[in-house]
């Protein structure tokens, strides 16, 4: 796959929106100057600002320049011109999204419905206002709509999510900055469980106090069920004393070389309703390039575990995009998925990073063209709803490129309310453990007030007790009580 390199010079608080604009656009940002596609300029000249860009492609440079308006349209400015340029520059149209470079394009459609808008309405002002394909906007505001009832009235009702940043290898695709627990000693991990034991003490104190109700789990990561057995135990008995009001409970076991049948008894026993097994695609060829240290045949004997086991949900997990991947490949995933029937399916584009082992491996030149990606996308969608799946909730990766979207799929009745909480960001979700981020949702029903531990394990545990504070006092002004 062709990555093509722009260079931004301009103020630094921009920096980031336009990075995620070109990323869109498939350039990579860097401070490369040979095989420059695009040099994009914001200048201020007496207080106003002026944007300019460069594209570059082999031929003649194509350049355009705006006068950006102060205000709280200057930044939509900005990305709408770097849109509509590139556009006039390719000779392709803006695409299915049109403007939209969000991570949540469904919060824009529950904003319409909550100023009164109808199905059509709302469908009308994202094809009008932000140049949305017709066919997309009528399943962003189907999606929203059947979101609907999970995104009002929370109240008190909230969510809370554990990090367990730790993983038995490190996938090739993978940019998330994970722990190899085959590194850690046994003091690091004993320092690591009494640290998310004492964050959810504190989270349970919280609860009590302001008599907030924690509704749905999540204990993600990582690869939570990579720790030892009692490890993850103690963190799964304690949630269930603290928070036992909760109607749902998932835990991402995704690699099936961690979780064994006593690992997935001990889950089982503990209260956990929904598991996530995720395969990622189910050809060993490809499993074995990226760093997936299991068999396919493993995925089934999990599976099968999980069932006799009585998980009530079972979600698994595939990506479209993968090194070396074909459409047939993909064809096999979701035939099989079919055959397994689990209740929930998440297809994920693949969505490169710096971060990640893949950008500088030899593989990346094997990563499927954009249009084949597409094409696995809608054979998945084809096949799924085919068979009774119903798209439910999505997401966009920051800086996906293309016309991609991560998309969960359900079987009716059976769809994850804490990932539609998460996605719409209309409920206060509490998180413990490295990395998570305490979102406090504010008197007005949209602004969040957020607290984020440090990602490193290390850091996390030397920085707990400064970061509880900080959460108590922002719960107690959130909240109304006066500070604890």
Not at 217 to 227: D, I, S
């Amino acid at each position: 796959m062709s990555v093509q390199t722009y260079t931004y010079d301009g103020p630094e608080g921009l920096h980031a929106l336009v990075g995620q604009v070109m990323a869109s656009l498939g350039y990579v940002g860097g401070r490369e100057i040979r095989d420059v596609g695009a040099a994009v300029t914001v200048r201020d000249d007496c207080g106003h600002l002026y944007l300019s860009c460069t594209f570059q492609d082999g031929g003649d440079p194509w350049f355009s320049e705006a006068h950006l308006l102060e205000g709280v349209r200057e930044r939509d400015a900005l990305k709408d011109c770097l849109l509509h340029w590139h556009s006039r520059f390719s000779g392709h149209g803006l695409g299915p999204w049109g403007t939209l470079i969000g991570v949540r394009p469904t919060k824009l459609v529950h904003h319409l419905f909550d100023q009164g808008f109808t199905d059509d309405q709302a469908e009308k002002a994202l094809q009008t206002s932000y140049h949305v394909a017709p066919g997309t906007a009528r399943d962003l505001v189907a999606m929203a709509r059947l979101q609907r009832p999970y995104v009002t009235c929370r109240g008190r009702k909230l969510a809370l999510y554990v990090g367990i940043p730790y993983c038995p290898s490190h996938c090739l695709y993978c940019s998330f900055p994970s722990r190899l627990i085959g590194r850690e000693g046994e003091a690091a991990l004993t320092a690591f469980r009494d640290a998310v034991l004492a964050d959810l003490d504190d989270l349970a104190d919280l609860c009590r106090t302001y008599d907030l109700e924690v509704t749905s789990l999540y204990v993600g990561g990582g690869t939570p069920t990579c720790l030892p057995l009692p490890v993850l135990e103690a963190m799964m008995t304690r949630l269930a004393r603290n928070f036992p009001e909760a109607r749902e409970w998932t835990v991402e076991a995704g690699r099936p070389d961690t979780a064994t049948p006593d690992m997935l008894a001990m889950l089982r026993q503990a209260g956990v309703n929904r598991i996530s097994v995720n395969p990622q695609t189910l050809q060993q060829h490809l499993l074995d390039a990226l760093g997936r240290r299991h068999s396919v045949e493993a995925i089934y004997t999990m599976y099968e575990n999980c069932r006799k086991l009585g998980f009530s949900v079972i979600n698994m997990d595939f990506i479209a995009g993968l090194p070396g991947q074909t459409v047939a490949d993909m064809q096999e995933n979701m035939e099989i998925v079919c055959k397994l029937h689990p209740e929930n399916v998440t297809i994920h584009t693949l969505a490169l990073k710096k971060r990640a082992p893949l950008f500088h491996h030899e593989l990346r030149a094997s990563i499927p063209p954009a249009e084949e990606t597409g094409r696995m996308v809608r054979l998945c969608q084809s096949i799924l709803t085919g068979s009774g799946y119903v798209p439910y909730y999505m997401y966009r990766q920051k800086y996906m490129a293309a016309s991609f979207a991560n998309i969960g799929y359900a079987l009716p009745g059976s769809v994850s309310a804490y990932n539609i909480e998460m996605m719409e960001e209309r409920q206060s979700v509490l998180a413990a453990g490295p990395g998570g981020a305490t979102k406090f949702l504010c008197r007005d029903g949209h602004t969040l007030e957020k607290v984020y531990m440090p990602k490193d394990v290390d850091a996390y545990v030397q920085a707990l007790a400064e970061k509880m504070a900080q959460r108590r006092r922002l719960c107690a002004i959130i909240y109304g009580k006066e500070d604890v």
